[in-house]
């Protein structure tokens, strides 16, 4: 099942809304660029703000496969674009000895062959499925180092990738392509020129509440709004790392499962790990601090519940 | 050789011309050798002199070897072939029978450092000790050169510094490479090579082959420097600043930043090649120079700002500072212990460790010594060699240094 791409900026967003993904119209401008335009879509932001998410989003919304490479140091070539099947190979060349026929040229053409490739996200992503291309996801590219960088370009470039056995393999329609980075360190100017570079920010509080409501079902709206209002406030704070969505959203499934239908400074203090990842963080939260965020929650949660 | 000697020579007042404008060129530290000196002549003769960009296009072309050479080739250019009085005064001061002789007079245009220095060598008594070439000789500079490794920064004359200066520019630091999980083929590796092991099968005809082998790349983890401009360093900040741009020129992965009261990085602006462009632009970035310090500040301002996007792929951190907080160490301890925890090594260089009386009394100092993992003096070219012999020597396990520094202290 196969969506046309759409349209315009506001196709984008209901399109990602259909889908579960309340998108800012800037992110559904840049999305709707890199279809229209064909170019990939280099996203970065703070971890947990749904970087990944859109991607995936993307792939169900087309209809298309989703063909993910998880970024870590030291990939190469044989763990993101192709091998070869040495085992095999290796028996090819034991049957081929025991037949007797050890003709070497054609031994050698006949172990290199598309047979004996095992195709690694990236071959994949150059390949149709179902006769559509797929959205190939290149995730924490911050992860890996310059030198898959440099290889990315040519693939990004041309979107073909050049085996030397057998050639180079060029796609019949570029996939639609999105990476992501944290930004741990600077990814090189060359790869986000040749990108739509959108920086993924937190979202606003009534696009926060949206997508609570819509994730997390079994939260009471009253509660809902308790928790946008305190993660908000919390992000105002001086945190060594302020919680994101997917923080938001786990602390929200938190609650309910503890059936909290309201915040207190006692459970915000029993379940404040879901929310914030690192000791001085939780620290900074004194039972007094905590009082005064969830009075201030509550009233704001308040104020927009009676209009 | 002599026949193009002889040539050169023969040429009367271009030839000479070009014959100076390349000393000077040499002077202020471009590599013109003579082969280049008589491939200018060569050049000019072949392009002309009727059209002066025809002429300068022809002479770049032959002299300069690097982009970052431009600058300089360019300011020297203009002053060289604009001015005669300035070749006059300077051919006088070039010839060594008048050495000595000519006043000095000041030029129309403020000249760069080094152009001004390779005009009018110095008059003064020290003349033996800077060979009249600037460029230094092995042969003829070494006792000098002895003299200002161990010499302090601060007790410098203009001319012993700008000798550290050139030798600082070829300062290397060896740091210790480190595994990556990259590998490459090698003759006596650690993992078989399918791949290659494969393809030798397939051309022996079956038959049995020799395993190819790889084994792990290494590399030198990224470098981060985070540099003191408070008014208790100025006098060595300069100094520094020369040895960062020498490190960060030298390899990739590189940061660096300054603090006093604010951090900022320079990082982009060490980039230039040409150490006087580069040294200007960071002074035009920094705004807190030679002002006061807040060391616990600026730490908390680079790790909640800059640590996860610089020391991910375990970097090594080099915090230069005397340790002199005027913030009096607050929150100073447990922003060091972020620092520390987050990079790989933490070396602490210290100019005021040069005092055999030094002791760790300050609160700041006090605050961030239990952190680090090497604390060394830096305050001459020694010890920034002693720098570089630390991060030579690979170490396991992270040693404390206060532990080392008190022990040293004991055994005193």
Same mark, same amino acid.
């Given at each position: 099942?196969?969506?046309?791409?759409?349209?315009?900026?506001?196709?984008? $967003?209901?399109?990602?809304?259909?889908?579960?993904?309340?998108?800012?119209?800037?992110?559904?401008?840049?999305?709707?660029?890199?279809?229209?335009?064909?170019?990939?879509?280099?996203?970065?932001?703070?971890?947990?703000?749904?970087?990944?998410?859109?991607?995936?989003?993307?792939?169900?919304?087309?209809?298309?496969?989703?063909?993910? $490479?998880?970024?870590?140091?030291?990939?190469?070539?044989?763990?993101?674009?192709?091998?070869?099947?040495?085992?095999?190979?290796?028996?090819?060349?034991?049957?081929?000895?025991?037949?007797?026929?050890?003709?070497? =040229?054609?031994?050698?053409?006949? @172990?290199?062959?598309?047979?004996?490739?095992?195709?690694?996200? @990236?071959?994949?992503?150059?390949?149709?499925?179902?006769?559509?291309?797929?959205? $190939?996801?290149?995730?924490?590219?911050?992860?890996?180092?310059?030198?898959?960088?440099?290889?990315?370009?040519?693939?990004?470039?041309?979107?073909?990738?050049?085996?030397?056995?057998?050639?180079?393999?060029?796609? @019949?329609?570029?996939?639609?392509?999105?990476?992501?980075?944290?930004?741990?360190?600077?990814?090189?100017?060359?790869?986000?020129?040749?990108?739509?570079?959108?920086?993924?920010?937190?979202?606003?509080?009534?696009?926060?509440?949206?997508?609570?409501?819509?994730?997390?079902?079994?939260?009471?709206?009253?509660?809902?709004?308790?928790?946008?209002?305190?993660?908000?406030?919390?992000?105002?704070?001086?945190?060594?790392?302020?919680?994101?969505?997917?923080?938001?959203?786990?602390?929200?499934?938190?609650?309910?499962?503890?059936?909290?239908?309201?915040?207190?400074? =006692?459970?915000?203090?029993?379940?404040?790990?879901?929310?914030?990842?690192?000791?001085?963080?939780?620290?900074?939260?004194?039972?007094?601090?905590?009082?005064?965020?969830?009075?201030?929650?509550?009233?704001?949660?308040?104020?927009?519940?009676?209009? | 050789?002599?026949?193009?000697?002889?040539?050169?020579?023969?040429?009367?007042?271009?030839?000479?011309?070009?014959?100076?404008?390349?000393?000077?060129?040499?002077?202020?530290?471009?590599?013109?050798?003579?082969?280049?000196?008589?491939?200018?002549?060569?050049?000019?003769?072949?392009?002309?002199?009727?059209?002066?960009?025809?002429?300068?296009?022809?002479?770049?072309?032959?002299?300069?070897?690097?982009?970052?050479?431009?600058?300089?080739?360019?300011?020297?250019?203009?002053?060289?072939?604009?001015?005669?009085?300035?070749?006059?005064?300077?051919?006088?001061?070039?010839?060594?029978?008048?050495?000595?002789?000519?006043?000095?007079?000041?030029?129309?245009?403020?000249?760069?450092?080094?152009?001004?220095?390779?005009?009018?060598?110095?008059?003064? /008594?020290?003349?033996?000790?800077?060979?009249?070439?600037?460029?230094?000789?092995?042969?003829?500079?070494?006792?000098?050169?002895?003299?200002?490794?161990?010499?302090?920064?601060?007790?410098?004359?203009?001319?012993?510094? /700008?000798?550290?200066?050139?030798?600082?520019?070829?300062?290397?630091?060896?740091?210790?490479?480190?595994?990556?999980?990259?590998?490459?083929?090698?003759?006596?590796?650690?993992?078989?090579?399918?791949?290659?092991?494969?393809?030798?099968?397939?051309?022996?005809?079956?038959?049995?082959?020799?395993?190819?082998?790889?084994?792990?790349?290494?590399?030198?983890?990224?470098?981060?420097?985070?540099?003191?401009?408070?008014?208790?360093?100025?006098?060595?900040?300069?100094?520094?600043?020369?040895?960062?741009?020498?490190?960060?020129?030298?390899?990739?992965?590189?940061?660096?930043?300054?603090?006093?009261?604010?951090?900022?990085?320079?990082?982009?602006?060490?980039?230039?090649?040409?150490?006087?462009?580069?040294?200007?632009?960071?002074?035009?970035?920094?705004?807190?120079?030679?002002?006061?310090?807040?060391?616990?500040?600026?730490?908390?301002?680079?790790?909640?700002?800059?640590?996860?996007?610089?020391? /991910?792929?375990?970097?090594?951190?080099?915090?230069?500072?005397?340790?002199?907080?005027?913030?009096?160490?607050?929150?100073?301890?447990?922003?060091?212990?972020?620092?520390?925890?987050?990079?790989?090594?933490?070396?602490?260089?210290?100019?005021?460790?040069?005092?055999?009386?030094?002791?760790?009394?300050?609160?700041?100092?006090?605050?961030?010594?239990?952190?680090?993992?090497?604390?060394?003096?830096?305050?001459?070219?020694?010890?920034?060699?002693?720098?570089?012999?630390?991060?030579?020597?690979?170490?396991?396990?992270?040693?404390?240094?206060?532990?080392?520094?008190?022990?040293?202290?004991?055994?005193?």
């Amino acid at each position: 099942m196969t969506t046309p791409l759409p349209a315009n900026v506001d196709a984008v $967003l209901a399109l990602l809304e259909q889908h579960d993904y309340f998108a800012d119209r800037r992110l559904a401008t840049s999305v709707f660029l890199a279809l229209k335009m064909g170019r990939p879509l280099f996203l970065e932001g703070e971890a947990g703000v749904g970087k990944t998410e859109i991607a995936k989003v993307l792939a169900r919304a087309l209809g298309r496969l989703l063909v993910r $490479l998880q970024c870590y140091e030291g990939l190469d070539t044989a763990s993101a674009v192709y091998e070869w099947n040495y085992p095999r190979q290796m028996i090819e060349i034991r049957l081929a000895e025991a037949q007797g026929k050890v003709d070497r =040229e054609a031994l050698a053409s006949n @172990i290199f062959t598309e047979r004996f490739l095992i195709r690694r996200p @990236i071959l994949q992503a150059l390949e149709r499925n179902n006769g559509f291309a797929p959205v $190939l996801l290149i995730d924490e590219l911050d992860r890996t180092d310059e030198p898959f960088e440099a290889y990315l370009l040519e693939v990004l470039a041309e979107y073909q990738v050049t085996i030397p056995e057998l050639g180079a393999i060029k796609a @019949i329609e570029p996939p639609i392509v999105v990476i992501t980075s944290n930004r741990t360190r600077e990814i090189h100017d060359a790869i986000k020129r040749r990108c739509l570079y959108h920086w993924v920010d937190f979202p606003s509080a009534q696009r926060e509440l949206a997508i609570v409501r819509r994730k997390v079902p079994g939260a009471d709206a009253r509660l809902s709004r308790e928790v946008v209002a305190f993660t908000q406030r919390l992000r105002a704070m001086d945190l060594f790392k302020s919680p994101g969505i997917a923080e938001t959203l786990d602390w929200a499934e938190a609650l309910v499962a503890l059936d909290r239908l309201a915040l207190d400074p =006692e459970t915000v203090a029993n379940t404040l790990g879901a929310l914030l990842k690192y000791q001085d963080d939780i620290g900074a939260i004194t039972p007094q601090v905590a009082t005064q965020l969830v009075a201030e929650a509550r009233a704001e949660a308040e104020a927009v519940g009676t209009p | 050789m002599s026949a193009s000697a002889t040539r050169l020579f023969q040429r009367e007042r271009l030839a000479e011309n070009i014959l100076h404008f390349c000393r000077v060129l040499r002077a202020a530290g471009l590599p013109v050798g003579p082969a280049k000196v008589i491939a200018a002549l060569e050049a000019v003769e072949t392009v002309g002199i009727e059209q002066r960009e025809d002429f300068r296009a022809a002479l770049e072309s032959v002299l300069i070897e690097r982009h970052d050479q431009q600058t300089l080739f360019a300011q020297a250019f203009e002053l060289f072939w604009r001015n005669p009085r300035l070749i006059e005064r300077m051919m006088e001061l070039l010839l060594p029978k008048v050495y000595g002789r000519t006043p000095r007079t000041e030029a129309e245009a403020p000249l760069p450092a080094r152009l001004a220095e390779a005009l009018a060598p110095p008059r003064d /008594a020290d003349r033996e000790a800077c060979d009249q070439e600037t460029t230094l000789d092995a042969a003829f500079t070494f006792s000098p050169r002895e003299v200002l490794q161990s010499k302090d920064f601060e007790s410098m004359t203009t001319a012993e510094l /700008a000798e550290v200066k050139a030798m600082i520019a070829r300062l290397r630091l060896p740091l210790p490479e480190l595994p990556i999980r990259r590998s490459m083929a090698a003759n006596r590796g650690t993992e078989v090579d399918l791949r290659a092991t494969l393809r030798a099968m397939a051309s022996a005809r079956g038959a049995v082959v020799p395993l190819a082998w790889r084994r792990r790349r290494r590399r030198p983890p990224p470098l981060v420097v985070l540099c003191d401009i408070s008014g208790s360093m100025d006098r060595y900040a300069r100094m520094l600043l020369f040895f960062l741009h020498a490190i960060t020129n030298d390899r990739d992965r590189v940061h660096t930043l300054l603090f006093g009261t604010r951090l900022t990085n320079i990082t982009r602006h060490l980039r230039r090649r040409d150490v006087d462009v580069a040294l200007e632009r960071v002074s035009a970035a920094v705004s807190d120079w030679a002002g006061g310090t807040r060391i616990g500040a600026c730490l908390a301002e680079f790790n909640r700002r800059w640590s996860r996007r610089l020391l /991910a792929q375990g970097a090594v951190v080099l915090l230069i500072s005397d340790g002199l907080d005027s913030d009096v160490g607050h929150g100073l301890s447990a922003e060091m212990e972020r620092l520390a925890k987050s990079c790989r090594r933490l070396i602490w260089l210290n100019p005021l460790l040069r005092y055999d009386r030094f002791e760790a009394r300050p609160a700041g100092i006090r605050a961030m010594l239990p952190y680090v993992d090497d604390f060394l003096p830096v305050h001459n070219l020694e010890s920034l060699k002693q720098v570089a012999a630390v991060f030579a020597q690979p170490r396991s396990l992270r040693r404390r240094a206060e532990m080392d520094f008190e022990l040293g202290r004991r055994a005193a």
